[in-house]
């Protein structure tokens, strides 16, 4: 069974800088995509920024130049380093991950992240 697990939720301050990290059970060498998505309360959960297995990365322009995806093969982890956080960010952060050989996407449960003084 594929899991993927976010780590790293919590509180953060406005201004402020926060990363968290997202474990595959499986090597990411086998997946075409890997994906930060974001929902607050009341909205929906929208895609916040992506790493591709030919190397690529893309960032939504609400968090470009503040927000960096990474991956880590040989950890099999993907992380989002969060610089200059706003209170808009404030949202569970959900990590997806969509194998290459047959399309297959698996999330992880989420993880909350509080941007407040």
């Known amino acids: 069974q594929v899991q993927v697990m976010e780590y790293g939720g919590g509180l953060a301050q406005p201004g402020g800088s926060h990363n968290l990290s997202c474990a595959a059970s499986?090597?990411?060498?086998?997946?075409?995509?890997m994906e930060w998505y974001r929902q607050a309360p009341g909205n929906q959960r929208v895609l916040v920024a992506r790493t591709n297995i030919d190397g690529s990365r893309y960032v939504v322009d609400a968090v470009k130049g503040r927000f960096t995806v990474s991956r880590d093969y040989a950890k099999n982890t993907m992380y989002l380093q969060m610089n200059n956080l706003k209170p808009e960010d404030m949202a569970v952060y959900y990590c997806?991950?969509?194998?290459?050989?047959?399309?297959?996407?698996?999330w992880g449960k989420g993880t909350p992240v509080t941007v407040s003084s």
């Open positions: 499986e090597t990411l060498f086998g997946v075409r995509t």
């Open positions: 997806k991950m969509t194998r290459n050989y047959d399309g297959r996407e698996f």
